[in-house]
């Protein structure tokens, strides 16, 4: 019985894994995250130097649209520090006239979009759309690794050698369009996104290079997917806290059913 | 059967005494799950029905409060899902407790049903037993359906359009039915909006149902592994306190499974694209339904005409509903049909395969194999199973479960 309860769970494991097993061609960078596995959590140190990566990169074209800013405090800021980083920005709203108007921002409103919308995303940026952040490393297969390796897999395509091209089994009819780079990680080998970062791009703050913490790419980007991992699934930890309890408890209780179980049915086997 | 076994128990307590004159309840739930007399020969795999319950009132529970922070609304409905996540006091727990319950209440459920094609449970006197189960079945998968629908993901939106245009095949009024399903000419606001509707009030209907098939089972009694009806007392137990305590311990391993994934792995049945907002303009690359319509879209999607596979995808129900009139065998347990038993095994095996071929491209060598499992798949119900009850001989029965058991035993 219990043989065949654990036939089943594999053949349904091994039976789910082609649904999932789609997305980019090519292996992803092989990289370790604290927050992953039963028992990860967030290294909220990453978590912060990745927002400020977003904050002077990214949100320049990509919204975050779930994330409010007084979800910092979650990430270790200081009540302070999240009212002054939400005053930094102009947040559109109704005035006491009734009219639109421009104010600061509170900690209470969600990040502050960069376009109004996405027609105007479009005509910033060759046409192409960047999408809302807020999901991303849940939205793709594998996703915190997905990103990562997007960030690092810029190449410049007319420097390709054969053996690469071959190596990625890159279409013999390939061409890379206008207005877009060649990714190595992206569906389709090419994005409209010019690449975001590049090494030493962002000033850590003291307490961060005091630490030893270098500003080259693959630190930016690990800590930049660091915080959009946080953002796509800020209750984690909690999740995987209760966890812990619920299955100790079930177990627990599964167990003393079970001796029950043996007394009552001792009488009549 | 059994429920007119005893008297009216003596009850303590005033109250329920003075209610019980008036209104049985208490007398009623001491004959059906007191002293209700069950063969005393059960193994674990009995124990499903009771966990299909328990995940049926889990659905609905955690499907209740869910609607009381969700927007059905094609511009919110996705935020709200997240914002649950987010901003609902554990509202994280109760999305991803009902997101993989769906899951978890299909496996107890297929689970219950090779349970009852393996020992022959469908056969007389159980046949309405049996029909009110697929009826289940076919309520919790328009359920489902419509569900997955709700939070507006890319899968959600081409699944529906899918699924959906489907019913275009029909001659004559197919497109009509379609745009009636839309309420418009395409998956929109009114879509999700009667979807909503009907994936609120449809578990209320399969609770209807499971009254009838449990009301069911107590007229007729319950199957058991031997597949020989009890003879008396000796072959049976009271209800509690014997199947109280092995079902509760079935229940809670059972359980303890379903929090690992909740709380582990919550992500592990779904897929990665329904964390993007619906969008009518980009096809994702593969549209695959939720695992527990695998087998059935790969039967859907075996035929090269559409028509037909609708009818095939709708067939391979249809023969569950004709299942006790297809087994001509007298013999209800596998365990004394030396050839059937192989048979239910390959059945197994070949749901697998169809499943395996509805998760994967109709492409390259998945198409001949979705052929060919589909083609068995309706080979064991159609012509195995009649013409196998004819011909096989039956291992001898023994007496009586008493008698089983306690050979057994003395080994
Ligand atoms: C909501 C889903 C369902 C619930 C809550 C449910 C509940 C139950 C319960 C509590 C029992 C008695 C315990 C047991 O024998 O396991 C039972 C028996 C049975 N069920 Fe279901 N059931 C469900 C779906 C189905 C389906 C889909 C089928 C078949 C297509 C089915 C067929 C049967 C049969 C044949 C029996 C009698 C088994 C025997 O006595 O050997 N049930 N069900």
Known sequence: MRKLLAAAAVALAALSAPAFAEGPKVKLLDVKFSFEGPFGTYDYKAVQRGFQVYKEVCAACHSLSLVAYRNLRDIGLSEAAVKAIAAEVQIRDLNDAGEMAERPGRPADRFRAPFANEAAARAANN?????????????????????YSLMLGYEDYAKLTDAQKKELKLAADFKLQPNMQFNKYFPGFQI???????????????????????????????????????????????RKRTGVKAVIFLLILSGLFYAVKRKVWADVH | MASTQGGPPAFNNAVVRWIDKRLPIFTFMHHEYGVFPTPRNFNYWWSFGGIAMVMLIIMIVTGIVLAMNYTPHIDFAHDSVQRIHRDVNHGWLVQYLHMNGASFFFIAVFIHIFRGLYYGSYKNPRELLWILGV??????????????????????????????????????IGPDIVTFLWGGFSVDNPTLNRFF???????????????????????????????????????????????????????????????????????????PDNYIKANPLVTPPHIVPEWYFLP?????????????????????IAVLYILPWLD????????????????????????????????????GYFVPLSQVATLYYFFHFLILLPVLGKLERPLPLPNSIAESVLKKSAI
């Open chain 2, 197 to 271: 509707s009907l994936h609120f009030v449809l578990p209320f209907v399969i609770v209807g149902v499971v009254v009838l098939h449990v009301a069911a089972m107590h007229v007729a009694g319950s199957n058991n592994p031997l597949g020989i009806d009890p003879k008396g007392p000796q072959d049976t137990l009271p209800f509690s306190p014997y199947y109280v305590t092995k079902d509760g311990f079935s229940l809670l391993a059972f359980l303890t499974i379903f929090a690992i994934f909740v709380f582990f792995a919550p992500d592990f049945f779904g897929e």
């Open chain 1, 192 to 238: 409209a996104m010019v690449k975001p970062l590049n090494d030493g791009q962002i000033a850590y703050n003291e307490e961060a290079t005091t630490a030893g913490i270098k500003n080259d790419l693959p630190q930016l980007a690990k800590d930049l997917t660091h915080f959009l991992a946080w953002a796509s699934e800020p209750k984690m930890e909690e």
């Open chain 2, 328 to 363: 001509t065998a007298r013999v209800r347990s596998a365990r004394f049909r030396p050839i059937y038993k192989w048979f239910f095994w390959v059945l197994v095996l070949d749901c697998f395969i169809l499943g395996y071929c509805g998760a994967n491209p109709p492409e």
């Open chain 1, 127 to 147: 046409g192409a759309y960047p999408p809302d952040l807020s999901l991303m490393v849940k939205a793709r297969l594998d996703g915190a690794r997905y990103l």
């Open chain 2, 135 to 172: 009826t289940i079945l076919l309520l919790m998968m328009a359920t489902a359906f419509m569900g997955y629908v709700l939070p507006w993901g890319q899968m959600s939106f081409w699944g529906a359009t899918v699924i959906t245009n489907l019913f275009s095949a029909i001659p004559v």
């Open chain 2, 296 to 316: 059935f879209y790969a039967i859907l999607r075996a035929v090269p005409d559409k028509l037909g596979g609708v009818l095939a995808m709708f067939g391979a």
